[in-house]
Nanobody
Framework: QVQLVESGGGLVQAGGSLRLSCAASGSIFSINAMGWYRQAPGKQRELVAGITSGGSTNLVDSVKGRFTISRDNAKNTVYLQMNSLKPEDTAVYYC?????????WGQGTQVTVSS
């Protein structure tokens, strides 16, 4: 079992920045990869950024150059640094962990970008 707790969401003006954190606990040794997904109202959940246990990262095209995903293994925490935020980034952001073929999810954190 893996538990994920997110923090760092909020309300920000367009062009602003936020940093999301996702702290993992439990069977963290079994985690293969972690990522951030988001779901806007009326839309499907989409992968925003992912990072493997080896540190390889990937970002969806719409956030490249603006978002960065990183991890602090000592703190068992993954971060999503979001810069130059746009109103279309407004969504609930979810942390995800892939562990032994299972998907674990955090509770979600709301990010709202005002124009």
């Amino acid at each position: 079992q893996v538990q994920l707790v997110e923090s760092g969401g909020g309300l920000v003006q367009a062009g602003g920045s936020l940093r999301l954190s996702c702290a993992a606990s439990g069977s963290i040794f079994s985690i293969n990869a972690m990522g951030w997904y988001r779901q806007a109202p009326g839309k499907q959940r989409e992968l925003v950024a992912g990072i493997t246990s080896g540190g390889s990262t990937n970002l969806v095209d719409s956030v490249k150059g603006r978002f960065t995903i990183s991890r602090d293994n000592a703190k068992n925490t993954v971060y999503l640094q979001m810069n130059s935020l746009k109103p279309e980034d407004t969504a609930v952001y979810y942390c995800n962990a892939d562990s032994e073929g299972y998907d674990y999810w955090g509770q979600g954190t709301q990010v709202t970008v005002s124009s």
